[in-house]
């Protein structure tokens, strides 16, 4: 047996798995908090688009990764405060969301960046790889146990967890419902953005018009799918990287229609789905827009 | 009952007020896009108004794409009547081309007055499938239909390529299209000289009996009882699940018609992207009309010739027709907000709060 062909499909899912992991851990903190975020899409588009743009422009990897983070957060910020200062339907806004990033990402990448594919720029590479991997997938490991701890063990991940679970008693013990969920929602944006960033510079090495095809709602699936936890988490983004690494060799090796390998991940997720949904376990809050008692 | 009357006109008119700040707002905000990527905003919007509205052709254009959406919009409607959020118009739409087509090309030889019904009642059965098969992971597993409902869009748009490269491809082109279907296939045109087909009338009277089956229809009251309340419902003794599985498996077939259309009426041949976005467009008129039927007539209306006048803006200036995402993204998130009542409120509150503090200040003064 050929083992090349195994070794590669496993660094082929860890390499894939790293946006997905930094989505699903911005998603846990968000949704943790009591607030649905059905966004992912859109941030990820967005960050990855303004890594895409920094690194072109300063030719630096880094650069972009760290101006895409933080600008994910600010807009992170912005979109809180409508949730939370408007009460808005939550799945809606956060689909309308996408649809504006889809939309504005696409408009500014074809005034941006020259449109004809032979000069299309070559961006940067990371540079330090130790042991093949760059720094992103060291990070993103690195963020299962911080998370873990972050959640578990500090005030603030307390905090975090109970508005989600029941904002009234934070708040009769004289907390700010309001700020922890914004604290919560800058943390997982911040997140969700460096996963994209990595995303458009670690993986793509260049930004594609609607380059996410659905990643934002898969890690979302993978939240619920890890039933809230950073370990069950980790196993439900390795599945999916598997997958994905899986749909890649088929579509080198061409056994079946391309097509069918693309639709491998989709296929996933209807199926954990279907099998997981009846188990899943979510804050009892989630999506309930909350108002101060006066 | 005048007052009634009176409330219920004034509530329309707020939503309607509402419904145009927020297109003028997004507007604005596209105007202010537009401007930063280094072109004119006012020319770029006259060319998407002439593009959308100067001449009989350009109108029926409009109309040809207002009627989509309002397809797909039905198909979200239709389902958010059950309390339900289907997004999934787009795959239904794309597998109910693929029948159609199927049919138009492999029964060509069929004559008009049984191949134009057959193949719109094919694409119609697919694009239920493709609800149903939703509807049915909701109602027997209790999935996400959300997600769901995005992962089948996915597959679908997959599937279709699939179809167009492989085996049902056109083996005398090099591009990946379907052969055309048999001419007798070919929706009747409305107006000569344009592409405006019988099509529109087809989704009028589909919106017709979207609001008759609710209005009238004992079994359309039912859906309505589960949309707004499912414990009162199943108190009632209504078969929930059940109902679900309806409104998806309903929903579908209208943006499996969508689909149908386009292909029999304007394309005449399936290929890979053939709509472009026709479904979340849809599904954003249908959030802005807010499940009012009459609404949903303008809201289509307003973003089908939004979408074609996108066109002759991605033809004619340096703006992508993406545009069109931008401002429906925004239109949806300020109709979200209620601004026309939240700002008045927010304002308020902060005054009574100034108020408060100001007699608070007096008092300690004194």
């Known amino acids: 047996m050929n083992w090349g062909w195994v070794t590669g499909i496993l660094a082929s899912t860890i390499r894939q798995s790293t946006p997905l992991l930094f989505v699903a851990f911005g998603t846990l903190f968000i949704q943790s908090s009591g607030i649905m975020n059905m966004a992912g899409e859109g941030f990820m588009l967005l960050s990855g688009f303004i890594a895409a743009y920094v690194t072109s422009i300063t030719q630096n990897v880094w650069a972009g990764m760290i101006v895409a983070t933080i600008i994910t957060g ?25 649809s504006l990033a889809l939309g504005l990402t696409t408009l500014l990448n074809r005034s941006l960046f020259p449109q004809d594919t032979s000069s299309q720029q070559i961006l940067p590479e990371f540079t330090f790889k130790p042991l093949g991997y760059s720094i992103p997938v060291y990070l993103g490991f690195l963020l299962i146990p911080l998370t873990a701890l ?13 508005v989600g679970e029941y904002p009234l008693a934070v708040e009769s013990v004289g907390l700010d419902v309001i700020r922890i969920r914004y604290i919560a929602c800058i943390i997982g944006t911040l997140l969700i953005g460096f996963g994209g960033a990595f995303l458009a510079l670690g993986i793509n090495n260049m930004f594609l018009d609607n380059m996410t095809g659905g990643r934002g709602y898969i890690a979302m699936t ?18 999916f ?36 949904a ?11 827009p909350y108002r101060k008692s006066k | 009952m005048v007052m009634i009357v009176n409330t219920r006109w004034k509530k329309n008119v707020a939503s309607i007020a509402s419904a145009l700040f927020s297109f003028a707002f997004a507007l604005l905000i596209g105007a202010i896009i537009i401007w930063v990527t280094g072109s004119d905003a006012l020319h770029v919007y006259g060319v998407l108004i002439k593009g959308a509205l100067g001449g009989v052709k350009k109108i029926s254009e409009s109309l040809l794409k207002s009627s989509t959406l309002l397809l797909t919009g039905l198909s979200f409607t239709f389902a958010s009547k059950c309390g339900l959020i289907n997004i999934g118009a787009e795959g239904q739409l794309y597998m109910g081309a693929a029948c159609s087509t199927a049919i138009g090309v492999y029964f060509g030889h069929l004559p008009a007055w049984i191949l134009i019904p057959f193949s719109i009642i094919g694409g119609f059965f697919a694009g239920a499938l493709w609800g149903g098969l939703l509807g ?90 589960v949309g707004q309340n499912r414990q009162c419902a199943e108190y009632a003794g209504f078969n929930v699940r059940k109902n679900m599985f309806i409104v998806l498996l309903i929903g579908g077939g209208f943006a499996g018609l969508a689909g149908s259309l386009e292909i029999l009426g304007v394309q005449h041949r399936l290929f890979e992207n053939f709509s472009v976005g026709y479904g979340f467009n849809g599904i954003a008129a249908a959030l802005l009309a807010g499940q009012s ?11 089908g010739s939004l979408k074609s006048g996108a066109n002759s803006v991605q033809m004619f200036t340096n703006v992508p027709a993406e545009l069109v995402d931008i401002v429906q993204g925004v239109v949806i998130i ?28 007096k008092e300690a003064l004194s």
Request: charge should be positive.
């Open chain 1, 222 to 239: 993978t939240v619920s799918f890890g039933k809230y936890t950073p370990i069950g988490i980790l196993a439900a983004v390795a599945l």
């Open chain 2, 136 to 225: 049915f992971l909701k109602s027997r597993f209790n999935v996400n239909e959300i997600i769901t409902s995005i992962m089948f869009n996915y597959i679908a748009i997959q599937f279709v390529s699939y179809l167009v490269t492989g085996p049902m491809k056109d083996k005398t082109q090099t591009y990946p299209f379907s052969p055309k279907i048999s001419t007798s296939a070919m929706l009747p045109i409305l107006v000569k000289g344009t592409r405006l087909h019988i099509g529109v009338l087809i989704a009028l009277f589909c919106l017709v009996v979207f609001w008759f089956f609710y209005k009238y229809i004992p079994s359309g009251y039912r859906i309505r009882v």
């Open chain 2, 293 to 303: 039927p009459v609404g949903m007539l303008f809201t289509s209306f307003l973003f």
């Open chain 1, 150 to 162: 972050l959640l578990k063990h500090t005030r603030i991940g307390l905090k975090i967890r109970a």
């Open chain 1, 278 to 288: 009846r188990k899943s376990r979510q804050p009892s809050s989630l999506a309930k």
């Open chain 1, 241 to 276: 990287g598997a997958g994905d690494a899986l749909q890649f060799r088929l579509q080198v090796t061409g056994s079946i229609p391309y097509q069918f390998a693309l639709m491998i991940p989709y296929a996933m997720t209807v199926i954990a789905l279907v099998l997981f």
């Open chain 2, 334 to 361: 300020t109709v979200l907000m209620k601004l026309t009542t939240t700002l008045p409120e927010l304002f308020r509150e902060r005054r009574k709060k100034k108020s408060v503090r100001d007699v608070a200040n």
């Open chain 1, 74 to 98: 600010i807009v992170g910020f912005f979109y809180t405060f409508i949730v939370q200062r408007f009460h808005v339907d939550q799945i809606i806004m956060g689909l309308s969301f996408n």
